[in-house]
């Protein structure tokens, strides 16, 4: 099989990784891709975010299956695009990545569908945000209504913050919190069937210790060793299952990747977030573990045919990435530094390029992730660190407590 991937970030070289030991991927081509990509696929220029020319390239290199990472290009309607040329996509329909797109649009789905999830007020106004902060109270969680890179969301105890926040944003989402230990939860449908691949866990805040300013993570780890037996069962029957049935109902059925961000809550896990893609930088840990092929898999949830599809099965043992993020990142990153020691198996490339003279440099706010296995939470740690001690890069940060606290035994459910 024939297999485009769209995208160019840590999450695509993670799934190219995979793709690439998949027997039944004869040719892997990415597009725009990144130069840790380059190792094991061949890159093709396209603009992601562009329906037409993605089709096209699609078209052009005689793809069976198109894959699609990130989330502008589908909300955009590129997996729309490539199946109107009848080749098949992993990704949902604009009309159903509006999960992700829309803060507000998930929020209706999730109360349709009587999914677990935070209380919540859409507002436009300034009176409407402050009412919908004094009756949740602190700490308040405004969210932007549309895409925003993972930084849409401020969750302060500070009025004052919380407003300016909603100001910034025009329309958003005024939340109640929701406290308990994250979970992320991906899950592979073809808009009927759905297989729920292993719970992973990010780290959203820039600096140890869970503090300083949300970003896209810093980091992640897998199997979650204090997480409830049940919690898997749970989130596909009181959230997966009726979400997908809305879905069908409404008449756009989710079919691609959906990612439940879930707090797990004193009252039971609720949902946090969906995302129409592989979150990033869970991917990085959840496919360092997945033993069946890949391309196989993601081929039969965009042919319809996940129902028959065998059970997934994992490799032993645990994984632990480290996102290495540029000077400044999630302020506006310093790019163009040199990087070395990234040119190693499990360092995934995010924010690479190749300047002009060959060299690779740092051309975005999470570079790379440091991603390792090892027989328990602690050996992948300690081995995630050793990639990450390996690697110069002017002006860089990373956080040190990455899968500490499993590790420690300090989280409770
Ligand atoms: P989101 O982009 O919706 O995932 O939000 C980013 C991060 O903000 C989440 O991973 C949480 O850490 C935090 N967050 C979002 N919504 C809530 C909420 N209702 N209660 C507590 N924390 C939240
Ligand atoms: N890891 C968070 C995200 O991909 O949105």
Redo the contacts with the bound molecule.
């Keep these: 099989m024939r297999v485009l991937l769209i995208g160019s970030g840590g999450r695509e070289h993670a799934l190219a990784v995979g793709l690439a030991a998949d027997p039944s991927v004869d040719h892997l081509v990415a597009a725009p891709g990144n130069p840790g990509i380059a190792g094991v696929a061949e890159l093709r220029a396209v603009t992601a975010t562009d329906p037409a020319a993605v089709a096209a390239l699609a078209v052009e290199v005689a793809a069976d299956l198109v894959i699609v990472g990130p989330e502008a290009p589908l909300v955009a309607g590129v997996a729309d695009a490539v199946r109107a040329k009848g080749i098949a996509c992993f990704g949902p329909s604009a009309a159903a990545a509006r999960l992700e797109g829309s803060?507000e649009f998930a929020k209706d789905v999730m109360a349709a569908a009587g999914v677990p999830t935070?209380g919540y007020y859409a507002c436009s106004s300034p009176d409407e945000v402050q009412r919908a902060l004094d009756e949740f109270g602190p700490?308040y969680?405004v969210?932007n209504d549309g895409l925003?890179a993972?930084k849409?969301?401020v969750?302060t105890s500070s009025p004052e913050e919380a407003l300016a926040h909603a100001r910034e944003c025009g329309r958003v989402v005024v939340?109640?919190?929701?406290?308990g230990p994250?979970v992320s939860l991906f899950v592979v449908t073809d808009g009927t069937a759905a297989m729920p691949l292993m719970p992973a866990q990010?780290f959203?805040r820039v600096r140890d210790a869970d503090e300083g300013p949300?970003t896209g993570g810093m980091g992640a780890y897998a199997p979650l060793p204090w997480a409830p037996a049940d919690l898997v069962e749970r989130v596909m029957t009181e959230t997966v299952e009726p979400t997908l049935a809305e879905m069908r109902g409404r008449g756009t059925p989710f079919a691609g990747l959906l990612y439940v961000?879930l707090?797990l809550t004193p009252a039971g896990p609720k949902v946090?977030?969906f995302n129409a893609r592989f979150g990033d930088p869970e991917t990085q840990v959840v496919l360092a573990l997945l033993a069946t092929p890949l391309g196989g898999l993601l081929h039969a949830a965009a042919t319809g045919t996940l129902g028959s599809h065998p059970p997934l099965e994992w490799h032993p043992g645990a994984a632990v990435t480290v996102v290495v993020a540029a000077h400044r990142y999630p302020g506006t990153p310093r790019t163009g530094d040199v990087i070395t020691g990234a040119e190693r198996p499990g360092v995934i490339h995010a924010g690479t390029a190749r300047n002009a003279e060959g060299a690779l440099v740092s051309a975005g706010g999470r570079v790379l992730a440091a991603t390792a296995t090892g027989a328990d939470l602690a050996a992948a740690r300690a081995a995630a660190y050793a990639l990450v001690d390996g690697i110069s890069l002017a002006g860089s940060h990373h956080r040190t407590d990455i899968a500490l606290r499993a590790v420690e035994g300090t989280i409770t459910a």
Excluded: H, M, R
């Design positions: 803060k935070a700490p969680v969210k925003a993972g849409g969301v969750v939340e109640q919190y929701l406290s994250e990010d959203k949300n961000g707090a946090i977030e």
